[in-house]
């Protein structure tokens, strides 16, 4: 520690001398009351007095300890103790004469030593649950009483420690026991000393070197699934799962084939872990898979057993592998080479039925081809017996027996309907190994039988059919229907009609279409006329509708009726009796009726003259009898009719 400085070592002195100057008395102080110095140091203690009157003063320090002078003046001396060795020095006493007065004071010395070191004892992973002391230890420390040691973990503050009063420097040690739990992980366990020389000296504080907590948990070994079994340079993945394993983050999987360390990849579902790895392997036998999870000090292994094979596919031969029906076929099964051999053939239908089987490495069947047998399906089954279970594999083939074309009647119908409008297509399918081409045609012209399309009238006829192959051809006739809706058109259904009166007409209209259409003709607004031929009447004149329907729709079409008769000639249009005036205009007419309309002709009678149409003057010779002829291309009709003429009034 520094000595005091000038003014520090002035001012104890000073104050004791007025004091004593103003009691009469002579005394003596000393400053620090206390000393503090580390052991083996140096510290100074300094002396004064009052005054003296006679100037006859003297000063001095009694310690057991090495003292050397320092500096001094008029009332006060600084001593140094030099090496403080002792742990308990005693004191050490200022002591004065002035003439026969004497006086002395006593300054404590405390000697201390720092912590050589502060240490936290290493703390080895814990399992959760697990109990531990840690351990801080102060080495080489004094004075021990004055001493606080605290443990923390994180901010908590575990334990705190204080000691009693001991001799000389000493090591102490604190612990706490620490139950581990999974909040433990990752804490920082502290220890802090406290060295307190106060109010005399300072307060000196040393840390150790935090130590950080690692809890875990492996509460159980892990999960391996793998397959039993494993084709040799074939791949399979297997799986090695733990459960509440912590921290983590932390855990570490080995997976090992046959002693080979395998790579991994591991994913995490809440606090399930799971590694997988692929498994493959070149050799034949029994192989150890080991999976061991670990954390921290802990670890758990599981294992089992892989059975690794080697294990061809059979192979399957047909000879020959195309044969013409009639001949003979050998159907061949055999087995490659396996490891382990144990391999037991079946050959086999389509349908599983055993055929031949045996432990041989080689099964024959020979049978001979039938048209049947076209397409045929045989198996070839090799079971390998491994590892408490059998594997097995299959191979497939189908026999091709050779044939002329075939065309049965549900693959090319001879009749067919087909509606126009709609799109069809002239398709027939034949059977026949190689397989047949089918051509259809029709006058030597040939159809398309792929696309569907457009189906005319023109489409309908009758068509040949030949299915050809290497070994020959198969021909079939096919006919072809084209059904439409009706139509009604001026040919079969004239638009306008003309009868005559009297004859006997039927009112006809002929519909196309397919199926052949029934029609049925109504008077516009009216009934249906009845079917049949009937004597014709003027009331049968007018427009009628006619309708033609089959199941494919209906047609109409609208006809007028038109009715011709022969002429006739009656009192209102042509009356029997004219009353003339003599010098008066007047005119001979006379209507008649008809279809076509009729001409009329007037005569009279005996004279073979036709009277003018028009007399501006009548006289007396148009008197007399007239005959009227009225005229058309069905016949005439007669009339006569008498003038008389009348002198006019005078």
Not at 467 to 494: D, F, K, M, Q, W
Request: proline share 8%.
């Amino acid at each position: 520690m520094a000595p005091p400085c000038a003014a520090g070592r002035l001012l104890p002195p000073l104050l004791l001398a007025l004091a004593g100057a103003a009691r009469g008395t002579f005394t003596v102080g000393a400053w620090p009351r206390v000393a503090v110095v580390p052991f083996g140091g140096s510290v100074a203690i300094n002396c004064s007095r009052s005054a003296c009157p006679g100037g006859n003063a003297t000063l001095g320090l009694e310690t057991p300890l090495a003292v050397g002078m320092g500096a001094g003046g008029r009332r006060w001396q600084s001593f140094r103790l030099l090496n403080v060795s002792q742990w308990s020095p005693g004191t050490a006493t200022c002591y004065g004469r002035c003439g026969d007065a004497q006086a002395n004071a006593s300054a404590g010395i405390l000697v201390y030593r720092l912590p050589e070191r502060v240490v936290l004892e290493p703390v080895a992973a814990m399992a959760v649950g697990e109990s531990r002391n840690l351990t801080c230890r102060v080495v080489e420390v004094a004075p021990v009483g004055n001493l606080t040691v605290t443990l923390r973990r994180g901010a908590e503050t575990l334990r705190t420690e204080s000691f009693g009063a001991a001799e000389g420097s000493a090591s102490v040690a604190v612990s706490h026991l620490l139950t581990a739990g999974p909040g433990d992980h990752g804490q920082d366990v502290t220890c802090h000393a406290e060295l307190s020389l106060r109010p005399h000296g300072p307060l000196f504080a040393r840390a150790a070197v935090p130590v950080t907590l690692s809890v875990f948990a492996l509460p159980e070994p892990p999960q391996l699934r793998a397959p039993a079994r494993l084709e040799a340079g074939t791949a399979a993945n297997a799986s090695c799962q733990i459960a509440g394993a912590f921290p983590a983050g932390d855990v570490r999987f080995t997976i090992a084939l046959a002693e080979q360390s395998l790579n991994f990849t591991v994913t995490a579902t809440g606090d399930v872990l799971t590694a997988v790895t692929t498994l493959s392997t070149s050799t034949p036998g029994r192989q150890e898979l080991t999976c061991t999870a670990a954390v921290a000090t802990a670890a758990r292994t599981a294992r089992t057993q892989l059975h690794v094979y080697r294990f061809p596919a059979p192979v399957l031969e047909l000879s020959p592998a195309s044969a013409p029906a009639g001949s003979e076929v050998t159907v061949a099964c055999r087995a490659g080479v396996a490891d382990p051999p144990a391999v037991r053939l079946q050959l086999r239908d389509a349908d599983g039925g055993v055929l031949a089987e045996g432990p041989q490495s080689r099964l024959e069947l020979r049978l001979v081809a039938r048209r049947e047998d076209d397409g045929r399906q045989f198996g070839c089954r090799a079971s390998l017996a491994i590892a408490d279970g059998t594997v097995t594999k299959d191979t497939d083939t189908r026999l091709a027996v050779l044939y002329k074309p075939e065309m049965a009647a549900s693959d090319c119908p001879s009749n067919r309907t087909w509606l126009r409008g709609t799109r069809e297509a002239l398709s027939c399918r034949a059977t026949g190994n190689p397989a047949p081409t089918v051509v259809c045609g029709r006058n030597g012209v040939a159809v398309s039988t792929g696309e569907p399309e457009l189906v005319t009238r023109s489409r309908a006829g009758t068509y040949i059919c030949n299915a050809t192959n290497s070994l020959g051809t198969r021909s079939r006739l096919v006919t072809i229907r084209v059904e439409y809706e009706p139509t009604l058109t001026e040919r079969g259904c004239p638009a306008h009609r003309t009868w005559v009166e009297g004859e006997q007409w039927e009112l006809a209209c002929r519909a196309d279409g397919d199926p052949p259409p029934s029609t049925r003709c109504a008077r516009d607004g009216g009934a249906h006329r009845s079917r049949g031929s009937r004597a014709v009447s003027r009331a049968d004149a007018g427009r009628y509708i006619c309708r033609a329907t089959n199941k494919h729709g209906s047609a109409v079409r609208s006809i007028v009726v038109t009715v011709e008769y022969e002429p006739s000639i009656g009192e209102t249009g042509c009356p029997a009796r004219r009353l003339w005036v003599e010098g008066t205009p007047a005119e001979l007419a006379c209507a008649a009726s008809g279809n076509p309309p009729p001409r009329v002709a007037c005569a009279k009678l005996g004279d073979g003259q036709d009277p003018p149409p028009v007399s501006p003057n009548v006289t007396r010779a148009h008197a007399g009898t007239y005959q009227c002829r009225a005229t058309n291309t069905h016949g005439s009709a007669l009339r006569n009719v008498t003038v008389a003429v009348e002198s006019p009034p005078r």
